[in-house]
């Protein structure tokens, strides 16, 4: 995996990499099983344990990508007193290949976005995951904490330079 390790503190790290530990083998699984995967999220409590977000079931079968995230976050937010942490899992297209888009925030500022490209072929039905990429992201829940890590460097790309939000899956 990237440094982005190196570059959060240790409240943010543990938790970080509990989620990693939690979205991304879901993800996985998802995408080995059905090709696809709708968006979702994970949060750690003020306890320490992990609650899996989903879409509300009120935004129909098949929602918008979109239309997902916004909700996840949605509830992110209203629950964030009682949050330590939260990841988002997308999927879109970063550096033409499919990607998987893992954004983790803490409470107390730090953000990272994990880029995970991979390739599922449809015939052998086979998923390879590609080299992930890290770098910093915007807090989306809690906003008044700025302290979005920097991982560039001047042999890394920024995430925004290669993550493509016009295409999202499930989106048509």
């Not at 409240?11 to 968006?39: C, I, N, W, Y």
């Not at 989903?54 to 992110?76: T, W």
């Not at 989306?140 to 991982?151: M, N, Y």
Request: charged share 25%.
């Amino acid at each position: 995996m990237s440094d982005w390790r190196e570059r959060v503190s240790g409240p943010a790290l543990a938790d970080f990499e509990l989620l990693m530990g939690t979205v991304l083998p879901s993800a996985e699984s998802t995408l080995k099983r059905f090709g696809h995967l709708q968006p979702f999220g994970a949060s750690v409590t003020t306890d320490g344990d992990i609650v899996r977000l989903n879409a509300d079931p009120r935004l129909g079968q098949n929602p918008p990508a979109r239309d997902v995230v916004r909700h996840v976050y949605g509830s992110a937010r209203a629950a964030a007193f009682a949050r330590r942490s939260i990841a988002v899992v997308q999927t879109g297209r970063s550096g033409g290949s499919d990607a998987m888009r893992i954004d983790m925030e803490h409470r107390d500022g730090q953000c990272v976005t994990v880029v995970v490209p991979y390739a599922i072929s449809r015939f052998k039905k086979t998923y390879t995951r590609g080299t992930l990429v890290a770098g910093p992201c915007e807090p989306r829940v809690w906003k008044d904490q700025l302290q979005a890590i920097d991982l560039r460097t001047a042999d890394e790309v920024a995430i925004k330079d290669v993550w493509s939000d016009e295409v999202l899956k499930n989106d048509a």
